[in-house]
């Protein structure tokens, strides 16, 4: 059995007030879209995401998706009915047996949310998520109280929606209206659609304080991890000197099998030993001939590739390189500037500073630099 989620991303967020759409901004070091897919396919069962999008902005968010199991966007509607339709269509030619229609601002979903619903369609055409309400409804009217209205037997509606893929796409076909979401045509097309729990933490971002309220919720569920690498590097004759992805002008470099980037090679060994992934040689091994003078920024890269992929952010970096010469200071804003670009967080977060051994040992006699490095990784718990 074939399950695929269409990701709705194609609105404007207008509500929220940003000039960017809400469901692209950043939440811990993500947008928005990111964590929702990642929420999808981590509850399992999901083989791969369909994103809907604005129009022109496909590649954008195939970029902002890269990695992850998806197909390529498409453009969606003026309206969420539209643009589920057009999902759908996209998927009609070979079409899964399944399908879960999420919103790209709900970045969580609660753990057991996607089991239910596909429990649920084994039985019924469709399932959704949802709350019952425990707040009193009141119905207004010039700013006035117009009525109470019961909330026996009322529900708030989440997603991801599931349904079987064939009447989802017939109900789309065959309507006449807009719906305010998909179980809705199939409530008009007279198909029964089954509740299953929802849950508290599966938050549409709708305004600026909602997004907000989900940063501080999933912060809060967050465990810190700390890693610290080191490394050393000879200097040599022949070789640019490139320390924390700055080449600085000096007449030696740092011999090496990649460019010997010695702040990089600590800080990665860092971040790998906050995720207990090992060191840099795990993942680079300097007998492959592949990363033979290998500009260690795509080491980098991978290191916060890990993180990312673990549901993590990286709170802050601090490298400390050790030699005598060439003089750090000046080039420190450009190497703080660099490694924050290749993190991808803000350079705020990210500290280059010096040292010398007052004379003493290989960095003192000028045989070599050392570095050292230590990190602080928040990591889902």
């Known amino acids: 059995m074939r399950i695929t989620a269409l990701l709705v991303a194609a609105g404007r967020g207008s509500r929220f007030g940003a000039e960017t759409p809400k469901q692209y901004l950043p939440l811990l070091g ?17 083989a791969d995401v369909l994103p809907v999008v604005a129009p022109g902005e496909e590649a954008a968010v195939a970029a902002m ?15 969420r009915q539209e643009s589920v339709r057009a999902g759908l269509e996209a998927l009609a030619a070979d079409p899964p047996d399944l399908v879960l229609v999420h919103d790209g601002a709900r970045p969580v979903v609660p753990a057991g949310t996607v089991p239910a619903l596909l429990a649920a369609l084994a039985l019924h055409p469709g399932a959704i998520p949802a709350q019952p309400v425990s707040d009193t409804l009141k119905r207004g009217e010039g700013g006035l109280i117009a009525a109470t209205v019961p909330r026996a037997g009322l529900y708030r509606a989440q997603t991801p929606q599931g349904f079987r893929f064939a009447p989802l796409l017939a109900a789309h076909r065959a309507a006449t209206g807009e719906a305010t979401d998909d179980a809705q045509l199939l409530e008009a097309a007279g198909l029964p659609v089954a509740l299953v ?15 907000a309220r989900v940063e501080a919720m999933m912060l809060a569920r967050m465990i810190p991890r700390t890693g610290t690498g080191f490394d050393v590097h000879r200097l040599v004759e022949g070789r640019p000197m490139v320390l924390c992805g700055v080449v600085v002008p000096f007449p030696l470099g740092l011999d090496g099998h990649s460019d010997a980037d010695v702040g990089i090679h600590a800080l990665c060994d860092a971040i790998y030993g906050a995720l207990a992934e090992g060191d840099i040689g795990r993942w680079f091994p300097p007998s492959e001939a592949e990363w033979k003078d290998a500009d260690s920024a795509r080491f980098l ?27 750090i200071t000046p080039h420190a804003p450009a190497m703080r500037d660099r490694l924050a670009a290749l993190l991808d967080v803000p350079v705020d977060r990210v500290s280059v500073k010096a040292t010398t051994t007052e004379r ?13 490095a230590a990190v602080s990784v928040l990591l889902p718990s």
């Not at 998706?65 to 309206?79: D, N, R």
């Not at 673990?310 to 050790?322: E, F, K, S, W, Y």
């Open 65 to 79: 998706l890269a990695g992850l199991p998806i197909h390529a966007p498409v453009a969606g509607g003026a309206t």
């Open 197 to 211: 729990p929802g849950g508290e933490s599966n938050l549409k971002i709708t305004w600026p304080e909602d997004l």
């Open 30 to 46: 993500r947008p928005v879209l990111r964590h929702a897919a990642e929420a999808l396919l981590r509850e399992g069962g999901v």
């Open 301 to 327: 890269r991978h290191a916060a590739g890990r993180v990312a992929a673990r549901g993590g952010m990286l709170a802050n970096a601090d490298v400390t390189l050790i030699c005598e010469r060439p003089k």
């Open 360 to 372: 003493l040992g290989f960095p003192g006699r000028g045989e070599g630099i050392a570095a050292q």
